[in-house]
């Protein structure tokens, strides 16, 4: 029965965009209790118009894509030792530099955001499709 319920907000939230001249997507929350419609801008253009990145919550290793090296490296994890990886900082829980650089590096996949204690209190972790 929830399912259902959770399945006819979504078809509203949708119905509603389809009716709005600037709306070209529904944005649902994994919970589905939340729908936010969205207008296609610039940016969006730039990124989830030109390719899909997963964002997924502390999956280290069984997230979607490999480690690998970038330029604005900024956080070394002792688990992956010398292992080539790309992680960012995110300054008041806030991860979307490291998003935004998945969009613009062609062989990022996913980013993989972990919530810690310190400084800073999440980090962005870059994967990137395997090598083939």
């Known amino acids: 029965m929830l399912l259902l319920l959770l399945l006819r907000r979504c078809c509203h939230a949708i119905g509603v965009c389809e009716a709005l001249p600037g709306c070209s997507t529904v944005d649902i929350n994994v919970e589905g209790t939340v729908a936010t419609l969205k207008a296609e801008t610039?940016?969006?253009k730039r990124?989830?118009?030109v390719k899909s990145v997963a964002v997924t919550k502390a999956l280290g290793d069984?997230?979607?894509g490999a480690d690998?090296?970038?330029a604005q490296h900024e956080i070394a994890l002792a688990a992956?030792?010398?292992k080539p990886h790309c992680v960012l900082g995110c300054p008041r829980l806030n991860c979307t530099r490291g998003v935004e650089l998945c969009f613009a590096t062609p062989a990022c996949v996913a980013v993989d955001i972990t919530?810690?204690?310190g400084a800073p209190p999440a980090i962005?972790?870059?994967r990137y499709a395997p090598a083939v």
């Open 47 to 49: 990124t989830s118009r």
């Open 62 to 64: 069984g997230a979607a």
């Open 124 to 126: 962005a972790r870059l």
């Open 42 to 44: 610039s940016l969006s």
């Open 80 to 82: 992956l030792g010398e």
């Open 115 to 117: 919530i810690r204690g």
């Open 68 to 70: 690998g090296a970038c």
